[in-house]
């Protein structure tokens, strides 16, 4: 049995509703781009997902591994969307998309500015369409400066950002990248928190905006508590297997049988540890009475802990730490993450049944007033909503569409 044919159901309540009456055309493939559309629908716009006839987003062709047909890297990040086919590098087809852009309040994009501008699809071209339009770029590295026609991948992103240096053993082991697409994640949020704050202004002023992602910037953001420290003091941190942080306990440790993470921000945490593991000793020691002195006896203070964290079990320690109320967690794998009790009791992970498929989500992780039931539609075929999309956005009929159609361009 398949791991996602034990989640949960989709939640049945009335799903979040805050940006009904939102229109989105999404132009983007891959995940950046697909995961900022995936937020604006799960908050309740109509997402309609612009795809190439044939071909569709390039998420579709990547794997294995493959479910019901579908890549489930497409199918993590597109519910609640509606899948349109059309070739708008022909003329007809640009001007049908064109016609959906005037009645449109939001356009993503992920293609460079210069594509942009010979497809008819920038910023300069729609305006004139629909003034109040919020256009998103979402780019590698912006629509101005030296590389802004260079293609971006988020491996590429991290390496750009300085996270790809700090992760990872030592100096001396190779660097290595996040283990989700952080820069996809992290600028795919971008888009759709600036596209939020542009549509408050637009109804506002009545003016759309330009919005431009560079996924350089973004993930290089991510990464301000490292870079700022190092302006303002000239200390370059290098990879240490994250045991280099600011607060001087805050790492993993290993106990008797599992890792552990073991975080001790501030006073008042180290005294009630140094009391929960029976060290009041460590407690009453001068030099580690506040955060500046126990960095300075860290490596001291490490092999104490480490000491002693390895004569008990990692339950023994999770359940001691939970009670004296000390951060501190283990170290889980995918497959025990979608069955901890932690997340799944609050409906983080649920299964949709599509060909009597279950086809599983990670819900938003965002409450409003209690409600946190995002899901409407499953992550559509390639072009499944085609004619209806044109009937609803735009009143076509059925012969309209129909020569779009017999032209190729859907």
């Not at 159901?9 to 950046?32: F, K, Q």
């Not at 490596?299 to 009670?323: C, G, S, Y």
């Not at 992970?349 to 990670?362: D, E, H, K, L, S």
Request: glycine share 10%; hydrophobic share 40%; with cysteine.
């Amino acid at each position: 049995m398949l791991p996602a044919e034990q989640l949960s159901p989709a939640p049945n309540s009335t799903p979040l509703s805050l940006l009904e009456g939102i229109r989105v055309l999404d132009l983007t493939t891959s995940i950046a781009g697909p995961y900022a559309s995936l937020l604006l629908a799960d908050f309740g716009a109509e997402v309609l997902k612009i795809e190439r006839p044939g071909r569709g987003d390039d998420a579709r062709a990547w794997g294995p591994p493959f479910l019901d047909g579908e890549s489930l890297w497409f199918l993590s990040v597109n519910r609640n969307k509606h899948s349109v086919t059309l070739d708008y590098a022909q003329s007809a087809g640009l001007d049908a998309l064109h016609a959906l852009v005037k009645v449109a309040d939001v356009i993503l994009i992920n293609q460079v500015g210069r594509s942009q501008k010979k497809l008819g699809i920038d910023y300069a071209r729609l305006k004139e369409i629909n003034p109040r339009l919020v256009h998103v770029s979402i780019t590698g590295f912006g629509l101005a400066g030296a590389k802004s026609d260079q293609p971006c991948y988020d491996l590429i992103a991290e390496g750009y950002s300085g996270v790809m240096d700090l992760t990872g053993e030592s100096p001396e082991r190779n660097p290595q990248k996040v283990g989700t697409p952080a820069a996809d994640l992290l600028s795919g949020t971008d888009a759709a928190m600036a596209a939020l704050a542009a549509l408050i202004d637009r109804n506002r002023t009545g003016q759309g905006h330009e919005i431009d992602i560079a996924m350089v910037e973004s993930m290089t953001r991510f990464m301000t508590p490292r870079i700022i420290p190092y302006l303002g003091s000239g200390d370059l941190p290098r990879r240490s297997g994250g045991t280099d942080s600011v607060i001087a306990i805050y790492q993993t440790f290993h106990t008797a049988d599992h890792p552990i993470t073991l975080g001790l921000g501030n006073d008042a945490i180290w005294n009630r540890f140094c009391e929960a593991i029976g060290r009041t000793d460590m407690a009453k020691e001068q030099r580690f009475a506040d955060n500046a002195g126990r960095r300075t006896c860290r490596t001291e203070i490490v092999r104490e802990i480490q000491t002693m964290l390895l004569t008990k079990p990692r339950a023994h320690w999770l359940d001691l730490f939970a009670n004296a109320r000390i951060p501190s967690g283990p170290i889980n794998r995918l497959d025990q993450v979608v069955t901890d009790p932690t997340l799944t009791e609050r409906g983080l992970f649920y299964a949709i049944r599509r060909n009597g498929v279950a086809v599983p989500q990670v819900g938003l992780g965002i409450r409003f007033d209690g409600n946190f039931n995002t899901y409407r539609k499953d992550p559509p075929r390639l072009g499944e909503d085609t004619r209806q999309a044109f009937t609803s956005w735009l009143g076509w009929d059925d012969d309209m569409i129909q020569k779009l159609d017999n032209a190729g361009l859907l």
